[in-house]
């Protein structure tokens, strides 16, 4: 055994999983780290799945798991909602596959969402959050003819080059919290990409009107979560998300909110119907799918029809319009997965339900941490929330940097072991409440996350 392996709060959940730990060997033979995605990698090894229905996840080795995870947020309405299944069902029996011929389904989803979101006047589908931000980013260039961007330090927009800038980094190389440094997230990434990527920090207003009004001539957009969900849950400041939509109209650069995890999780309006904020563009994801490989991203018309290209001269469309493309963009088993849903969302008193189950989850976590004397800090807001290992709530990225890691993953194993996923092991991801969820279940996940707050005390 590893020292890994032997980590004491490891240990339950290492005896429970044989299956998955011989498994972990045979995926490595064959992928980076053993799984599909570094986001789903686990030291010293992850489990894998055989099953999932309602509110629950099932290993290899038989294990149950109550699921917060719920696939790092699409799940609103647990796995295998019915109604989404009967609709996924359906249509494949009608047309499952591919036919790069339009289709009505894809167009009904995008009704769907244009109608629950005001401020999106047109919009296109794609496949994934990092495509729906990295198209997004690109009309807006289009839109006004200059290359940089803005984004928050600690923000995620995608794993493109463009977005994967200031995500983490040392506080080092990241330079003053005031006026950060931009950081490429990784290797790989060319020098004169990160050159045209502008941070600032979040909830700073005087340093974020600084920066933007220093770089406004060259800056064509600003995309950023409305609630920071890639460093942990990281709610707005009061009043900083209406001083930048008032400073980035002054200035005329596009306003992106990357709703790809907020979307339609914060209610049926989303973030911005949450706050009262409209945005010139906005990308969605994850909810919007129902669990499948659907992203959209659309704003104002006169923003999206630079993907059109010019009917008098189509020769001239290489030069004269933001391309947009994609053999799989608006597949029709995605589209009806995503249509259900939405229409769920509308029709059933979903976030009635979801938000004071979330509500019991999340502050009971904070009463259990505080009991059992483990410094602790739970944020949320709506269904989405997240814990960390601090004695204070952050405001920023970088007050999330001397939360304990360990003392996080201890009480991960602990409480996984007991039959509860809170997330993954990585305390900067966040947590959910799905429409599956009875206060039976939130009950019984509060008993163990207390039972793991006093194991690793």
Not at 368 to 378: F, Q, R
Request: net charge negative.
């Amino acid at each position: 055994m590893s020292s890994e392996d032997d980590n004491r709060h490891f240990r339950r959940l290492y005896e429970q999983t044989p299956t998955s730990r011989s498994f972990h060997e045979r995926a490595r033979d064959v992928t980076p780290l053993g799984v599909e995605s570094n986001v789903r990698s686990v030291r010293p090894y992850p489990f894998y799945l055989g099953e999932a229905d309602g509110s629950y996840v099932y290993d290899v080795d038989g294990n149950e798991y109550l699921d917060f995870l719920m696939g790092l947020g699409p799940g609103i309405l647990g796995h295998n909602y019915p109604d989404v299944v009967d609709r996924v069902e359906s249509q494949i029996e009608a047309c499952g596959s591919v036919t790069a011929i339009p289709q009505t389904i894809a167009i009904e989803v995008m009704e769907q969402i244009e109608s629950m979101t005001p401020s999106v006047e047109k919009l296109r589908l794609a496949n994934s959050g990092t495509e729906a931000t990295m198209h997004a980013i690109r009309v807006a260039r289009s839109y006004t003819g200059n290359s940089k961007i803005a984004k928050p330090e600690g923000g995620y927009a995608g794993a493109h080059d463009y977005a994967l800038q200031s995500v983490s980094a040392s506080e080092e190389a990241l330079g003053p919290e005031d006026d950060p440094e931009t950081v490429p997230y990784g290797t790989g990434i060319p020098d004169a990409v990160t050159d045209t990527v502008v941070a600032f920090p979040f909830n700073d207003e005087e340093a974020t009107e600084r920066i933007l009004r220093e770089h406004a001539d060259d800056l064509a957009c600003v995309i950023l979560e409305p609630v920071m969900a890639s460093c942990g849950v990281l709610p707005p400041d009061e009043g900083y998300h209406e001083f930048l939509r008032e400073l980035t109209e002054e200035l005329d650069i596009v306003l992106i909110w990357d709703e790809v995890m907020t979307g339609f999780r914060l209610g049926p309006g989303s973030a911005q119907g949450r706050f009262g904020v409209t945005p010139d563009m906005t990308t969605f994801a994850k909810v919007a799918g129902g669990g499948y490989q659907l992203a959209a991203f659309g704003g104002r018309e006169d923003l999206m029809a630079e993907i059109e290209p010019p009917a008098e001269n189509p020769k001239d469309k290489w030069k004269t319009s933001a391309f947009h493309g994609g053999t799989y963009n608006g597949h029709p088993v995605s589209c009806a997965a995503g249509l259900a849903t939405l229409e769920v969302l509308e029709e059933e008193p979903v976030f009635e339900t979801i938000e004071p189950l979330a509500e019991r989850l999340f502050d009971g976590l904070q009463v259990a941490a505080d009991e059992a004397g483990v410094e602790a800090s739970v944020q949320y807001v709506g269904s989405m929330g997240t814990l960390f290992m601090l004695d204070e709530a952050p405001t920023t990225q970088r007050e999330t940097w001397q939360a304990d890691d360990d003392l996080f993953r201890d009480w991960w194993f602990e409480a996984a072991a007991s039959g509860v996923l809170f997330g993954n092991d990585d305390q900067y991801e966040r947590f959910f409440t799905s429409y599956t969820n009875t206060d039976e279940q939130i009950d019984f996940a509060l008993e163990v996350a207390e039972d793991a707050f006093r194991r690793v005390r």
